[in-house]
């Protein structure tokens, strides 16, 4: 009798395993980092080591002693993970030890709580991210100035500076231009200053059918469509678009965490669905939420309508 094999999702019907597929992904991530490392230096390199290092050091801590299963580490969804959340954090030396919570939350409460990987509701690098701005919001939204080209000092809190976001929330987006978000001379956490940086990673996912356009093009469309028609309506008060979709995490969210496979509608209309409620709700939270950044709770709350996404856009049954 031959048995039927049964495993958690994600399931991709190819040739493609999942531990080639996460690492393809971390490959992806690379571009960002570089470009952090030039800006941020040194701090940028700290910041993601430590964030790896604590995803899969716990991620193994509670397979082993906790779950008592099989570690899972070398399939490098830790690694994505640990990389997501560094680039959702500032670069200052003042982070390392709230990395270190964050990693243990990501990893204890947003993955391995629900079973491990395939298993997982929400994404767990903005579980992770969401919780620490929640517990330590000063620490969270004190962002580093970008140093120049390879700076060697070490970046703390003393050298901080507001985000264009911010700036703009308080009436005066200073002297960041558009081409300063596209090519990564701003502040910010490390992977949301450079727009080219994230485009080049999310290029190479398509390239190799990691992901699909819907989602990463409904979700910055769509934040692009409502920004304009705010900014059309009064250019005084709301951001222009495409500084919109340049700035914040936008593009690093819709390229690389939106497209969560786990997470997002397996149907492409249901991702398309995904998208939109995506950059519909980061719009709202940055115009009218307390935060200047929208895009972590916009992607969680639409991981939570997830499956009713699925349940509603199923595809035509064969021979119906």
Known sequence: MKLLNISGSPHVHSDETTKCIMWRVNLALIPALIVATMFFGVNALLVTLVSVVSCVLFQWLIERFIMKVPTTIGDGSAVVTGLLLAFNVPATASMLWIVVIGALVAIGI????FGGLGKNPFNPALVGRVFLLISFPVQMTTWPKVGGIF??????????????????KEGDLGDATLLDAFLGHIGGSMGEISAIAILIG???LLCRKIITWHIPVSFICTAFVFSGILWLVNPETYMDPLMTICTGGIMLGACFMATDMVTSPMSKVGQLIFGFGCGLLTIIIRNWGSYPEGVSFAILLMNSVTPLINRWCKPRRFAK
């Open 151 to 168: 700076p060697t000092h070490l970046m703390t809190d003393a050298d901080s500076g507001a985000t264009p976001l911010a700036l703009f």
């Open 202 to 204: 999310a290029v190479y």
């Open 110 to 113: 947003g993955k391995m709580a």
